[in-house]
């Protein structure tokens, strides 16, 4: 109990508690920022490293490995995961190498090399780690999964700020921030801010009628590519 007395308090807080989607979304820039604080409410007054993680909803994923067989690209292996997270980047103060040892980092998904991504079934540990190091490239380059060594900084030890891009392609939901006050390899503070991402205006509109409605939706989709295939046709006639 005096051990933990001793641990320091994190204040977190975000720019923004909510993120509106809508025609014309180009992406936003997320802030994340906090202090760290003694329990007797004065600064902390020692050395800390800060890992910021967001991560977005989970979801569902399948993932089909494209092979080039007789100068055709076709689907070879495939498998499924239970769990992926939508959106997930780290900002630390420092490498995460150099804060935690690998076991510490795991535990915690201090990084893009330690995401927890649950397969369905049963897979062999290289082709797991095979597809993962896959989900984690296509998303790297999507711009939905990043980690930045030194996207952390913080002031005499006192106040932290991380900068954390959202892109166009994030998906609604709720999003978790969690910021880590680590020192000599060891996990002593965590805090954890929420940000809604949700659409708005027509786009909601949209979204929750495919939603509801999948089978009227299905239909309107292949009447309306149907009605504009033909108007064109018509137009072109005309020429």
């Known amino acids: 109990m005096l051990g933990a007395a001793r641990d320091p308090i994190l ?15 180009t992406g ?16 902390a007054g020692r050395d800390y490293d800060i890992v910021v993680v967001l991560k977005g909803p989970t979801q569902a994923v399948r ?18 995961l239970r769990s ?8 630390s103060s420092r490498p995460i190498d150099k804060i935690v040892d690998d076991r510490t980092a795991a535990i915690y998904e201090l990084g893009l090399n330690w995401l927890q991504l ?3 079934g049963a897979i062999d540990p ?29 002031s005499e030890q006192v106040l932290y700020q991380a900068r954390i891009n ?18 000599k390899g060891r996990v002593i503070a965590s805090a954890t801010a929420k940000v809604e991402v949700r659409k ?9 009628f495919a939603e509801q409605q999948s089978l009227f939706y299905g239909l309107l989709v292949v009447a309306f590519s149907v009605g504009m295939g033909w108007l064109a046709g018509r137009l072109f006639a005309l020429i």
Not at 11 to 25: D, N, Y
Not at 126 to 154: I, Y
Not at 170 to 181: N, S
């Open 200 to 208: 708005i205006g027509f786009e909601r509109f949209v979204a929750q």
């Open 126 to 154: 290289k082709e797991q780690a095979r597809f993962s190091a896959g989900l984690v490239d296509l998303r790297q380059r999507e711009g939905l999964f990043s980690e930045h060594s030194d996207g952390v900084v913080v």
């Open 118 to 120: 649950s397969p369905i």
């Open 84 to 91: 992926a997270p939508s959106f997930f980047a780290v900002a």
């Open 11 to 25: 204040v977190p807080e975000v720019s923004q508690h909510e993120i509106q989607v809508q025609q014309g979304f």
């Open 63 to 80: 993932l089909r490995e494209k092979q080039k067989i007789a100068g055709i690209w076709i689907n070879a292996d495939s498998t499924a």
């Open 166 to 183: 959202l892109p166009s392609s994030v998906q609604t939901g709720t999003y978790t921030a969690e910021t880590f006050a680590i020192t």
């Open 28 to 43: 936003t820039e997320l802030l994340l920022f906090g202090a760290i604080l003694d329990p007797s409410g004065t600064r």
